[in-house]
């Protein structure tokens, strides 16, 4: 008898009355969110407006979700079309079955359209969103969770991770919990992207590239332990063939572009740093409708208060402390006069 291991959840999607919850649903809108809003700051950060990331998101979460999917049917086209199967199935996404290397690709070409609307460098959009994905990716392995799938071999680790259910081929017991290895992964490589960016400066879509070819090295191992029926080439299953080809790639990326387009970009959205300079409410943090003075000459903001120099500050103090002292001087004298013909 099992001692300590990780349960299963004895339903994947509780009901709201005739509305189904699902757990696979929640781990990936929640993950999206924690994307697009850590992408959001790194966005700002680096000098873009606030709202970019969620404008592009709105191009490459669909594109994502429809990658996914695709490269999930196709490389396991078997469970969908074969003698007994209902090809309807293919759609039922909330059911599981998103392929990564999918989501990234269509993802990526979504997140393309949205950026050249917006009219930003895709690269440096990647940079600034690549370790919110890894963390999304984290959350979203929790849907595998509750769906009681991906696991890997057969253990008695105090982690183990006790299958309950017997559809689909499933056999009760316990394994290992890949999707708890990846989740933790992702976790290790947004941190990571995290840190080398802040140390080594990174640009011109290097940050990205180090999450993928992160990413591709924890895949390499996870995947080797899975258990579920996949292709194999040579040996291989065909998602280690994938992280392999796809990890060379982001390395070869990050050395040529290196080499070729050192630093970071100066500019990652034409037009933020103007609204900054304008000091509009809208480009300013921190600036509001409520902290306009109104002179009379019309409409000053204090962002431009801000950019005075010393000296004009100064002289502009100075003239106001002379206008009070002569108004001063003047209501004495009117005083005095008073006093005088009254008595």
């Not at 919110?132 to 929790?142: D, E, L, S, T, V």
């Not at 120099?309 to 100075?318: K, Q, S, Y």
Request: aromatic share 12%.
């Amino acid at each position: 008898m099992e001692l300590a291991y990780i349960p299963s959840p004895s339903h994947g999607v509780l009901y709201l009355g005739p509305i189904p919850l699902r757990g696979y649903a929640f781990c990936i809108i929640i993950g999206v969110f924690v994307a697009v809003w850590l992408g959001n700051k790194r966005w700002i950060a680096r000098g873009g407006r606030s709202g970019t990331v969620a404008d592009i998101a709105v191009w490459a979460v669909p594109f994502g979700l429809v990658g996914g999917r695709l490269y999930h049917v196709i490389t396991d086209y078997e469970l969908y079309f074969s003698d007994g199967r209902d090809w309807v199935d293919a759609f039922k996404v909330w059911e599981g079955g998103l392929g990564i290397w999918g989501a990234i690709a269509l993802g990526a070409l979504g997140a393309w359209i949205g950026a050249r609307r917006r009219g930003v460098p895709m690269p440096a959009y990647a940079d600034a969103v690549a370790p919110g994905i890894a963390f999304a990716q984290a959350i979203g392995r929790w849907g595998n969770w509750f769906n009681q799938e991906l696991y890997g071999r057969e253990t008695h680790v105090p982690w183990a991770l006790h299958i309950t259910s017997a559809e689909g081929g499933r056999v009760p017991g316990y394994y290992h919990p890949t999707f708890l290895y990846e989740s933790l992964w992702c976790v290790g490589v947004g941190f990571l992207v995290i840190w080398a960016d802040r140390r080594f400066k990174l640009g011109h879509g290097r940050a990205f590239a180090l999450y993928v070819a992160a990413y591709c090295v924890g895949r390499g191992w996870i995947e080797y332990m899975r258990v579920d029926d996949a292709h194999h080439i040579l040996g291989l299953r065909l998602n280690d063939w994938t992280a392999l080809i796809v990890f060379l790639l982001a390395v070869t990326y990050m050395v040529v572009s290196s080499k070729k387009r050192p630093g970071r970009e100066a500019v990652v959205e034409p037009g933020a740093a103007d609204d900054l300079q304008d000091g509009s409410a809208d480009g300013v943090p921190g600036v509001s409708d409520e902290t306009v003075d109104r002179d009379s000459d019309g409409v000053r903001t204090a962002a431009e208060g801000e950019r005075k120099t010393g000296p004009e500050r100064e002289a502009e103090t100075g003239g106001k402390d002379a206008e009070d002292a002569e108004d001063a001087a003047g209501d004495a004298q009117d005083g005095a006069g008073s006093v005088t013909g009254k008595s």
